[in-house]
């Protein structure tokens, strides 16, 4: 079975093995303040040009934005986000057990825009018996592998500074956005335009972690209290600190987006040519297409896993195929040579 249903179904890049080999039996401090957490956390700096900036390494990206936003937020808050947004759908009402409500908004292709924001904010700001806005959660990727524009981002971050709201970028797929052809974001623009944001590790190649990069220092006190609270403080966190650390060099972790999105991308114009239409314009490593139910079974018997996404009508599906950033040439040709036979 060739699975390209998932992009966190292998290990780890090669890279970051050999360092955890290398290091294994070296005693260093527990709790991320071991010196390869610092200088992964430097590198993190120099990547998104945000020197003056806070990074600490959490274990998942639930946990990741459960911590954040219960920092950010008061009692009485809650956290702005698209219908389709991973804190509203597929955390498990991590964000609800903090205290804080989603309040969730109509969204065009996973996107949210900062007019709607301000509305949410205008209706609900002056009104004590609501869940009054005090963030905004955005993704990079989304949830349907669309990405924001330059102008889109600004436009977002700006609303919240008016407003006084927080804006944080969920960065789990944050590789693979940034590796989309349609996107004009550079990784300094994601710090520039954001009060937080996360680096994805799990799904871009490490065998597990996300990095919160906190730009705005309001949201750095006593955040490593909040780590340790939620559960994210790995007691042996230089193993953090060394899969971030391989994933930085020599711009790896941008390389092996690139590398998804380029088979992703593959795989879409084989499936344009066969005459296949698509749920979404998504640009990044996942894509949707649309197969009739004949089709999805006949894949799985060819020997593919794609992902339920949804029905569409009696006889449609909307299926996800993701590449990840070790997904084969050889897959990629396989899949393209099976989707002739549908």
């Known amino acids: 079975m060739i699975r390209l249903n998932c992009d966190y179904l292998e290990g780890c890049h090669p890279s ?23 200088e992964a956390a430097d590198a993190i700096r120099e990547a998104f040009s945000c020197r003056e900036s806070a990074v600490h390494f959490l274990v998942g990206g639930t946990q990741a934005n459960m911590t954040v936003i219960a920092a950010a937020l008061r009692p009485y808050e809650g956290v702005l986000c698209a ?38 904010a205008a209706t609900q700001a002056d009104d004590e018996h609501t869940v009054r806005p005090g963030m905004v959660y955005i993704s990079m990727s989304t949830e349907l592998g669309t990405v924001y524009n330059r102008s889109q981002l600004k436009d977002l971050y700006y609303t919240c500074k ?9 960065g789990a797929r944050l590789g693979y956005g940034l590796a989309a052809p349609t996107c004009d974001l550079t990784p300094a623009d994601i710090a520039k335009f954001s009060d937080v944001f996360t680096v994805g590790g799990t799904k871009m ?29 790995l007691a042996k966190g230089r193993l953090l600190g060394l899969q971030f650390l391989a994933l930085m060099e020599d711009g790896l972790y941008f390389k092996t987006g690139k590398k998804a999105v380029d088979q992703a991308m593959r795989i879409r114009e084989a ?41 569409l009508d009696e006889e449609h599906v909307v299926l996800r195929v993701c590449t990840s950033w070790c997904t084969p040439d050889e897959y990629v040709e396989k899949f393209i040579e099976a989707i002739k036979n549908l």
């Open 162 to 170: 008016q407003l006084g709201l927080y804006l944080f970028i969920d």
């Open 83 to 120: 219908e389709t947004g991973h804190i509203n759908v597929h955390e498990t009402g991590a964000i609800e057990s903090t205290g804080h409500k989603c309040l969730a908004l109509p969204h065009k292709d996973g996107l949210i825009a900062g007019s709607q924001v301000a509305v949410a």
């Open 205 to 233: 190649g490490a065998l597990f972690g996300e990095a919160v990069v906190i730009n705005n220092p309001e949201l750095n006190v006593r955040f490593r209290y909040m780590i340790k609270q939620k559960g994210g403080m």
């Open 16 to 38: 970051i093995l050999e360092k955890l080999t290398a290091t294994n039996f070296e005693q260093t401090p527990g709790y991320g303040t071991d010196h390869y957490c610092k």
């Open 271 to 311: 499936l344009m040519e066969a005459g296949f239409t698509f749920h979404v314009d998504s640009p990044t490593n996942q894509i949707f297409p649309i197969f009739t139910d004949a089709q999805w079974e006949k894949i799985e018997e060819l020997g593919f896993k794609l992902e339920f996404n949804g029905r």
